[in-house]
Structures are given as structure tokens and as C-alpha cells.
């Protein structure tokens, strides 16, 4: 996983900063944990065969909505995603 990928990873795992991830960064970080992702509309669709949760996220400005990383921080815990 790249560096700045492991930043925002633990970013987003340290549940502190929700609302100031970057839309971009966590798009991101997905691809890297594997998701493949599917554009339609405004919506960022994000799935992982093995991995039961689909992610749908869709920006807020330049930033990833609050509850989206919320939701994308329970399924890499609860999947046991990048290496926690």
C-alpha cells in the first residue's frame, strides 16, 4: 500500500477527523485495499469480491461525507482490512 495511502488509512482509522477526509484520498484508499469501483452519477460504488459490503460514496465538495467514513472505517474493521 502506498505511503500517503497509509495515512489516510490511519486517518480514517483513528475516527478523529471524519469530516476533514479528502473525497480523493479515500476513492484512494479503497483501490488500493482491492475495491473495484463503478461510477454512476454522482455515485462512487465501491465492492471487493469476499467482501459483503458495497460502499457507495458521493462527495461533499472536496471532501468524503462524515458518515460515509464512518461507514468505510467499520467495513475495514469488521473485513479486517488493511493490516489492522
Known amino acids: 500500500m ?3 495511502s497509509q495515512q489516510v ?3 480514517v482509522l483513528s475516527g478523529v477527523a471524519d469530516a476533514s477526509i479528502r473525497f480523493e484520498d479515500l476513492c ?6 482491492g475495491f473495484d469501483k463503478r461510477v454512476n ?3 462512487h460504488i465501491f465492492r471487493k469480491d469476499g467482501v459483503a459490503a458495497k ?5 461533499a465538495g472536496a471532501q468524503a461525507k462524515p458518515y460515509q467514513v ?4 467499520a467495513m475495514i474493521l469488521e473485513e479486517k482490512l488493511g493490516g489492522k
Open 2 to 4: 502506498l505511503v500517503a
Open 9 to 11: 488509512l490511519r486517518r
Open 28 to 33: 484512494h484508499l479503497l483501490e488500493n485495499l
Open 41 to 43: 452519477g454522482s455515485h
Open 55 to 59: 460502499i457507495n460514496l458521493q462527495r
Open 70 to 73: 464512518k461507514q468505510v472505517r
